[in-house]
């Protein structure tokens, strides 16, 4: 079972740069895929990146991100990056990094493919 705290949100200008991480304190984080989620305010929660489990090895992105968002994890630390370049201030949101179950399969996107949460860390960004 994944245990997920993240680390890292912050206030940051347009432009600028945040490195989240997200550590799991449970014993089988290399057989989970991770995903990264936000909730900008007012809105609902939206897909923003994963990374899927080792030996099942692949990345994904919301077009939104995708060339300014880079996610990698580093196993043996359990803990996952998601590194924020040239943020916007739509980028403003809570930001959740999530977990499937074990060794899943196929391209999770949506929430319901994710059944262990995080609590959540604040990204602000002002123009």
């Known amino acids: 079972q994944a245990q997920l705290v993240e680390l890292g949100g912050g206030l940051v200008q347009a432009g600028g740069s945040l490195r989240l991480s997200c550590v799991d304190s449970g014993r089988t984080f290399s057989e989970h895929t991770v995903g990264w989620f936000r909730q900008p305010p007012g809105k609902e929660r939206e897909f923003v990146a994963h990374?899927?489990?080792?030996?099942?090895?692949?990345?994904y992105y919301h077009d939104s991100v995708r060339g300014r968002f880079t996610i990698s994890r580093d196993d043996p630390k359990n803990e996952v990056y998601l590194q924020l370049n040239d943020l916007k201030p739509e980028d403003t949101a809570i930001y959740y990094c999530?977990?499937?179950?074990?060794?899943?399969?196929?391209?999770?996107?949506?929430?319901?493919?994710?059944?262990?949460w995080g609590q959540g860390t604040q990204v602000t960004v002002s123009s």
């Open positions: 999530a977990a499937t179950v074990r060794k899943a399969r196929g391209v999770p996107s949506r929430a319901q493919d994710f059944p262990y």
């Open positions: 990374i899927r489990w080792t030996g099942n090895d692949g990345t």
